[in-house]
C-alpha cells in the first residue's frame, strides 16, 4: 500500500507546541499504547479503538436533554435522580450516544484518519515551523503501537519537507523503530526505570526491550538528537539512587541529553470523563525535590 493510502487512529492533533522538539510544532496524538503507567496523563489514548468520554459539566441533564438514553442500544445510558449514569460494563462502545449529544459531553477520543488528513492539518502552521525551526512530533499513546501508519507518516511528510520529531516509550518492534528513526529529525524516548521489576509495577511490562532499543537506535544512528526523558514519579523514581542510575545507563554522545519531567495531574479529569478510577490518587512529589535531582541527572 502507498504511505498516502495508509490510515491510522489519532485522538488529539495539538497546535502550537513549544516543549516537544525545536520551534513551534504541531503534535499528533496516536492512539493505543503497551503501557498501562499509572501517572498516565492521556488514560484516553491507552486503547487502540475509538471510545466514549463523558463530561457530565457539560451535560444538560436527562430532563432538559436525554438524547443519549434512546440513542443508546444497549441500554448502558440512564437516569437516576435527575442525573445522566452510565453503565460502563453495559457499554458495547458503539459511539451512537456521541452521536446524538448536542453539546459533546458525549464526545469520542479517536477518529481514523489517513496520512494525507494529518499532513494537511499540519502544513496548515508551515508558516510557523520556517520562522521556528519547527514542525511535526509524533506523539500518543504510543507512535510505535501503529508502526505502519508512523513510518507512512514521518516518510511522507520528509518528501515535504517537513521537520519530525517522534516521543516514544520504546516498548515496540526494534526493526520497525529503526525503520522510523531514518525518517525522523530528533528523537525523544522516555527512560523511566532501570529496575525492570519496578518498572513493571509502574507500567506493566518490564523494561528488557525498551533499554535494548534505546542503545540500539543510539549506536544505528549516532547523528540523531535523542532526548532520554524520564517523569519523575511520587513513590516510583522520586529519588536520587533512581534518577542516579539511569543517567549512568545512558551513553555519552554530545547530541543526547537527558530530561526530567516533574510528576502533574493534569489528566485527572479525564479518568472521570472516562468512568475509571485515578490511580495515583493524592501523590505529590516532595516540595523542592526536583532542582536537587536535575543536579544529579546533569553529573552523568
Known amino acids: 500500500m ?14 502550537y507546541s513549544v516543549h516537544d522538539g525545536a520551534g513551534i510544532r504541531t503534535m499528533v496524538f496516536l492512539k493505543g499504547c503497551p503501557l498501562r503507567c499509572a501517572w498516565c496523563s492521556n488514560p484516553e489514548s491507552q486503547r487502540l479503538q475509538p471510545e466514549r468520554g463523558y463530561n457530565r459539566y457539560t451535560c444538560l441533564s436527562p430532563s432538559v436533554c436525554g438524547h443519549c438514553i434512546p440513542a443508546c442500544p444497549a441500554g448502558c445510558i440512564f437516569e437516576i435522580e435527575g442525573l445522566l449514569a452510565i453503565d460502563h460494563q453495559r457499554c458495547t462502545g458503539c459511539l451512537r ?15 481514523r484518519l489517513g496520512v494525507d488528513d494529518v499532513l494537511e492539518a499540519v502544513e496548515q502552521d508551515s508558516v510557523f515551523y520556517a520562522r521556528s525551526g519547527g514542525g511535526m512530533t509524533l506523539s500518543g499513546g504510543e507512535a510505535m503501537y501503529q508502526p505502519d501508519f508512523t513510518v507512512a507518516l514521518l516518510r511522507e511528510a520528509r518528501r515535504r519537507h517537513i521537520n519530525t520529531v517522534m516521543e516514544t516509550c520504546g ?17 525523544l524516548f522516555d527512560i523511566k526505570h532501570l529496575s525492570t521489576e519496578r ?7 518490564g523494561n528488557e526491550r525498551i533499554l535494548a532499543n534505546f542503545l540500539r537506535i543510539c549506536a544505528e544512528f549516532p547523528a540523531l538528537p535523542i532526548t532520554a526523558r524520564t517523569p519523575v514519579v511520587p513513590g516510583f523514581n522520586d529519588n536520587e539512587d533512581d534518577i542516579r542510575a539511569i543517567a549512568r545507563f545512558l551513553p555519552k554522545r554530545a547530541n543526547l541529553v537527558h530530561e526530567l519531567l516533574p510528576y502533574h495531574r493534569m489528566g485527572q479529569p479525564k479518568y472521570e470523563f472516562l468512568g475509571r478510577a485515578f490511580p495515583m ?20
Not at 502507498?2 to 497546535?15: A, C, L, P, S, Y
Not at 516498548?171 to 528523537?187: F, K, M, P, S, W
Open 2 to 15: 502507498h504511505d498516502r493510502e495508509m490510515t491510522g487512529i489519532v485522538f488529539n492533533m495539538q497546535k
Open 97 to 111: 450516544c456521541a452521536d446524538a449529544c448536542p453539546t459533546k459531553a458525549m464526545s469520542v477520543y479517536g477518529q
Open 171 to 187: 516498548h515496540c518492534d526494534g526493526d520497525a523503530l529503526v525503520e522510523a528513526c531514518r525518517h525522523i529529525d530528533g528523537l
Open 199 to 205: 518498572h513493571r509495577q509502574g507500567t506493566g511490562v
Open 281 to 300: 490518587g493524592g501523590a505529590q512529589l516532595e516540595e523542592n525535590i526536583m532542582p536537587r535531582l536535575q543536579e544529579v541527572a546533569l553529573a552523568r
